[in-house]
């Protein structure tokens, strides 16, 4: 006789009819499995926010330091009595990729003293082949995300040595450059970052740029609360503070100005958003990680949780707009190359790349942010 029950899975109850009793693996609530490769202060800041937002049911920790994975294993271990759900965590091999949904690399290793960035690159894209080959040997059919850096470059390489679709290998990009930028406009307007809707695109590197033109505070473009939409972005680089906005204090910026609810004479009462200060806040995205890199070596917290987004989004099933590293065919008069944009992505990984309204000047500053990245990738394979 077949008896009905209960299971736990995700951390709740669910009704398991009998039928499908020991035939988990056949429910559409399987298990959400993620392997790690790379267990260094990426890695694990990625793993603790992974356990803290419950993104997945399993993880897998795996490190050429087979020891270190079994410690950070046993520390996460530890404090699943506080975590909001259940989770299996282990130190693993990787055979364990097998059945994963997703295989996270942030393995790599550090530029020696006077080692050129081609001879660094050489010697991460070796890392990188030790690990995709047994992975795909493994039968790994999933999804590969790559936060190892240069992140375009690493994500070509592992998308060229798995021979995965290209829809199937994305890099974290410019993913945490996007939410630095949000979170720098949101304190210079005083708006809750998850309202402004800006992004990062090109290299995850030197080369980024702001495409300007499409940057919006809910759907106001903010180049409109500077003032002038048509003029050219560029005239203003070393310019004066282009209305007569120098002196405004942060709360007449956005907060309290009438014109962002009715829409209208924006241009004169939010006249507190100045050009020049958006260029420096570009530079501030751009300049982060040196800076935080100067304080404290290394930066692994941001990163972790853009990647924690990127997991849940794909994991999810989420159709969600994230600007990851993909593989362009074609996009912005670019292909071949790995780059950050704007990407739907969900189950299937990249469902498909957003091809914004640029304007001139953004395609152009696009277009050489590519050409540093081919550049890069010459000789390295
Ligand atoms: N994409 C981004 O936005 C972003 C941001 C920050 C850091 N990063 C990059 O992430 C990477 C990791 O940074 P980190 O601070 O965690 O470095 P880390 O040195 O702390 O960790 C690297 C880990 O990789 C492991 N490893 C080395 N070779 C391996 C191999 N062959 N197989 C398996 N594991 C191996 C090491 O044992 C170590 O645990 C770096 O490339 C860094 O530049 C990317």
Not at 112 to 123: I, M, N, Q, T, V
Not at 305 to 328: K, Q, Y
Request: charged share 20%; hydrophobic share 40%; proline share 3%.
């Amino acid at each position: 006789m077949q008896v009905p029950c209960w299971k736990l899975l995700h951390g709740y109850a669910i009704y398991c009819p009998a039928k499908l009793r020991g035939r988990e693996n056949a429910m559409r609530i399987d298990k959400r499995k993620v392997a790690l490769v790379g267990c260094g202060m990426v890695g694990m800041s990625y793993a603790y926010c992974l356990l803290n937002q419950t993104v997945c049911d399993e993880l897998v920790l795996i490190d050429i330091n087979q020891k270190r994975a079994m410690g950070e294993a046993m520390d996460l271990n530890h404090g699943l009595a506080f975590a909001p759900a259940n989770m299996e965590i282990y130190a693993g091999s990787y055979k364990d990729c097998r059945d994963a949904d997703m295989v996270v690399i942030c393995a790599g290793v550090a530029q020696k003293p006077g080692e050129s960035r081609l001879a660094l690159l050489k010697r991460n894209a070796q890392v990188f082949r030790s690990i995709i080959e047994p992975v795909t040997q493994s039968g790994f059919n999933g999804i590969f995300l790559v936060a190892t850096n240069p992140v375009d470059i690493m994500t070509r390489i592992t998308c060229e040595l798995s021979g995965f679709n290209p829809g199937r290998v994305l890099g974290s990009g410019t993913a945490l450059d996007t939410a630095r930028l949000r979170y720098l406009l949101g304190e210079y307007l005083q708006v809750d970052p998850k309202n402004v809707h800006a992004y990062v695109m090109g290299e995850h590197g030197d080369s980024e740029f702001v495409p300007w033109s499409q940057a919006m505070v809910a759907t106001i473009p903010i180049l409109k609360l500077c003032g002038d939409v048509k003029r050219n972005f560029a005239e203003n680089r070393t310019g004066e503070p282009v209305e007569s906005q120098a002196g405004i204090s942060v709360e007449n910026r956005i907060g309290n100005s009438a014109a962002i609810q009715d829409g209208k004479g924006m241009t004169q009462q939010s006249a507190g958003i100045s050009r020049p200060k958006l260029l420096e806040i570009a530079e501030q995205v751009k300049g982060a990680a040196y800076e935080i890199i100067d304080a404290k070596q290394a930066t692994y917290y941001g990163i972790g949780m853009a990647m924690t987004r990127i997991t849940r989004a794909v994991l999810g099933d989420e159709n969600s707009v994230l600007t990851v590293s993909a593989m362009l065919k074609g996009e912005y008069g670019q292909r071949d190359v790995f780059a950050g944009v704007p990407c739907v992505i969900n189950g299937n990984g990249i469902r498909r790349v957003l091809e914004l309204s640029l304007t001139e000047e953004e395609l152009e500053q696009f277009a050489a942010s590519c050409r540093t990245l081919r550049e890069s990738f010459e000789g390295v394979l």
